[in-house]
DNA sequence: TTGTAGGCGTTATCAT
DNA sequence: ATGATAACGCCTACAA
């Protein structure tokens, strides 16, 4: 098999010969660690403007064992959530000298999650996750530091960027106990020990809290998409008249706007014939009429934060902590309607 | 306790002493280029297991030349736009063996350009834009294979994936005007030779096409942001009632979503007190109450066929066509009374 | 202060 | 069929 090369790039040796230096002190000016006479500075810097000489990363990275290159992982690029986690991690890595690497990992199965690692493992020196829901990845095999971003699993103990799941789904419950509701549904969320779990734990609280029984069936399980909220809205919407839920708690962006959906496909609107309280600010939530009641959550923030914490990984520093947990807010707004 | 040493990555050189054999007869069975007895084959893929050698990426970039890798630049990932093409990019590409990189472009200078230059152009092999508005790039720099989604400018040459502009718009506008409006506002777009301007152009070929003459004070122009859209909506409902419009076109879906912010802001929205139309569906526009007439792209489509010219191009295949116009087409929703 | 030379982990080209 | 070995482009002791 033949390989063919683009074009002869410009080497350090071609700077090293136009400046008549030795290519040691070509390097030595291109990293300012040793000192070097002003006038072969000058000599050498002239040499690498006319032959617009760029480094080759590569080589660097072979010889130093630092590729400056972080892996961000994610579900998928579609969701809002995902896009401002990752703009807040590049930014961030950007400024520090990093290159950010990504990969979707939706419907990733183990044959794919090896090749990941096969891909990446040599490629970046850490690794950035925001976890599918449910989560399959095996974060042993990655020998490197790790940052997972909104997940929380007990079990092991990765440094992870989190909020406060249980609080927020309390807040948006409570919000709807607070203006008169008592048929309160849950859309969404697992009874595991994630975060989808801790949110379902929130709503339970909440009614406990103020003595609301619960009842079973106004919980619609499910992993968070928007099928679970769509489909979820509609069972609920069945519901003989006297079972039917006065409010609705969504656990997350994806499955509030299923629910909206599963709304306008009736000609509905939450906070005219139903409440409605969500997981997460989005588009739909903020701009709809009436607006969505939404917990919001420093997105961007968490992105930066997650960058941030991976990087003092890799500069052998240890984080102040291994869980972050994010403030998060209720934003109320006009869904929620007083009974 | 004892602590282990750093562990030393496990090289081809580890593979070959572990098996009993050359160097090159382990990178002989691991690219399965060259003929290679069943028995020693065996003894490497043994020893390869056993160590759990995984292939030094960057290794065989430098001696191949090959990065297997491409950039991809947007403008920033919160943009379910970029979102869209960016998953569908990534997907072509990992499936193709290609690894992606990725940088947001958003308040890019020259100097920023310059570093994005310098940090990937050894790095990727080729790369794929998606350009801003407006849009600073300089495209001559890079002497690489480079494919433009979403852009058209005349004046240079390069791949590209579009869809019909003018087209689109005029859709739009034609919409409206057969549903009895005649007072039709524009807002954004710029009167350039980009997709702005085209889209520009498709209003007004319109208006003409119908015999309506046009009203400058109609026309909202500015940059593709939600600002621009929430203004010029304010400004065009301030103005005096006989010249008000009844019906707005928006020039994409963050200047469609700063309208419908406006609207909502006096409680208003579209379908009612006013119509809109815009390009590009999104979630507001789908699930909004009424929901907005839109133009839909192939998005997914748009990132797959970008990722697919260019691996054409790295791969010296010469795609079928410098330009490829994509289909898009109008959805008829709710937003557009008839008057 | 500057130059020489030995790697970094592979692939590919020679031999054998 | 297999083994040696020269690149790839760069950094970094070590020498000079």
Redesign the pocket.
């Known amino acids: 098999?033949?390989?063919e090369k683009i074009r002869?790039?410009i080497?350090?040796?071609d700077v090293a010969k136009r400046a008549?230096?030795?290519?040691?002190?070509?390097?030595?000016v291109?990293?300012g660690?040793?000192?070097?006479?002003p006038?072969?500075?000058k000599k050498v810097r002239e040499a690498v403007e006319e032959l617009g000489?760029v480094?080759?990363v590569?080589?660097?990275s072979?010889?130093?064992?630092q590729t400056k290159t972080v892996l961000m992982a994610v579900p998928d690029f579609t969701n809002d959530f995902n896009g401002s986690v990752i703009q807040g991690a590049e930014e961030y890595l950007k400024e520090q000298g990093y290159t950010m690497l990504i990969c979707s990992t939706k419907d990733f199965g183990e044959e794919d999650f090896e090749n990941l690692y096969r891909r990446f493992s040599?490629l970046a020196e850490g690794i950035l996750v925001v976890p599918a829901n449910p989560d399959r990845m095996d974060y042993g095999r990655w020998e490197k530091p790790l940052v997972l971003v909104d997940v929380y699993r007990p079990q092991e103990d990765y440094y992870t960027i989190e909020i406060d799941n249980a609080g927020g789904t309390f807040l948006l419950t409570e919000e709807l106990i607070k203006n008169g509701h008592r048929k309160i549904a849950l859309v969404g969320g697992l009874p595991d020990e994630t975060a989808s779990g801790q949110r379902v734990a929130g709503y339970l609280e909440a009614l406990k809290a103020y003595g609301i029984p619960v009842d079973k069936r106004l919980m619609v399980p499910g992993v968070h998409f928007e099928d679970t909220g769509s489909r979820g809205m509609e069972r609920l919407l069945d519901l003989p008249e006297e079972i039917r839920p006065t409010g609705v708690v969504a656990v997350n962006n994806l499955t509030c706007i299923g629910c909206m959906k599963a709304l306008a496909g009736r000609g509905m609107r939450a906070g005219r014939e139903i409440s409605l309280a969500a997981f997460d600010d989005h588009l739909l939530a903020r701009y709809s009429v009436p607006a969505v009641t939404v917990i919001e959550r420093p997105t961007i923030e968490m992105g930066r934060e997650g960058a941030r914490v991976l990087l003092e990984l890799l500069r052998g520093r240890r984080p102040e902590q291994k869980r972050l947990i994010m403030e998060s807010r209720l934003l109320k707004r006009d869904s929620v309607k007083r009974l």
């Open positions: 098999m033949e390989r002869k790039d080497t350090i040796k008549g230096v030795a290519i040691s002190t070509v390097s030595r291109l990293n660690l040793d000192k070097v006479s006038r072969t500075e000489y480094q080759n590569l080589a660097v072979m010889v130093t064992g040599k």
